[in-house]
């Protein structure tokens, strides 16, 4: 199951945090864009959220006016094996680098001192070129790229909506949340798998992310 856990449950051994089992809804980008689309109820707004293949982070600035952080929560060696990860981690040479970051808004008085999550990222790179294209850790990964003149194509493979008790907790906010799995490629070759979660809270900035009644479990689309 693409960027999901058997068990629905972060990993012991990897510890990233995607959409729980069961997710409510799922569809290849592929399906999302020409056969299966995204439910009609989706507004245009996130949709465009959802498959843009601009940066995450600039879009967030350009929403909130804000300098967006990232609060890097870990980037450990993961080695060779698999298990855990996401399909799709294969296509990232090994042995690989784990990223967990979450993007969020400058503190404010009253509220967590590292300011409000808005996206949850994890991302997985081939351990002989993580330094390469990410020198500096608190840096976005956009524009860590974009500084070296990383020339990119970004293929989202995923679009999911579904639950997370951990991310629940982190954003402050209530699920069911969106989520997105792609892969940069650059010079023909996989270059990262990055796996994003938006905050429920972006609402407040993009609109209502449905309108009507919200998605049923039974509205589950097979890949």
């Keep these: 199951m693409l960027g999901q856990h058997r068990d629905g449950s972060s990993s012991a051994k990897t510890g990233w945090h995607p ?4 997710v409510l809804w799922k569809v290849l980008e592929e399906n999302a864009m020409f056969k299966t689309p995204l439910p009609e109820q989706l507004s245009p707004t996130w949709k465009l959220m959802l498959l843009s293949d601009g940066s995450v982070t600039r879009h967030l600035q350009l929403l909130t006016g804000q300098h967006i952080r990232v609060d890097c929560l870990e980037m450990q060696d993961i080695g060779e094996d698999l298990a855990g990860l996401p399909d799709g981690a294969d296509q990232i040479p ?3 680098v784990q990223r967990q970051v979450f993007l969020r808004m400058p503190p404010v008085a009253g509220e967590s001192e590292k300011g409000k999550a808005l996206v949850y990222a994890a991302s997985w790179w081939s351990a002989d070129r993580v330094n390469e294209y990410l020198r500096d850790k608190q840096l976005p990964i956009w524009a ?15 679009v999911c909506y ?28 996989p270059l ?32």
């Design 19 to 22: 959409l729980s089992d069961p």
């Design 94 to 96: 090994g042995p690989r």
């Design 144 to 158: 860590s790229l974009s500084n070296a003149r990383t020339e990119l194509y970004r293929d989202v493979q995923l």
């Design 162 to 189: 579904g639950s997370s008790p951990f991310l629940a907790r982190e954003f402050g906010e209530s699920g069911p949340f969106w989520g997105r799995q792609y892969i940069f490629w650059h010079d023909d070759k």
């Design 192 to 223: 990262t798998l990055i796996y994003e979660v938006f905050s429920t809270s972006l609402q407040r900035l993009l609109g209502p992310s449905m309108s009507g009644h919200s998605i049923d479990s039974t509205m589950h689309t097979p890949l």
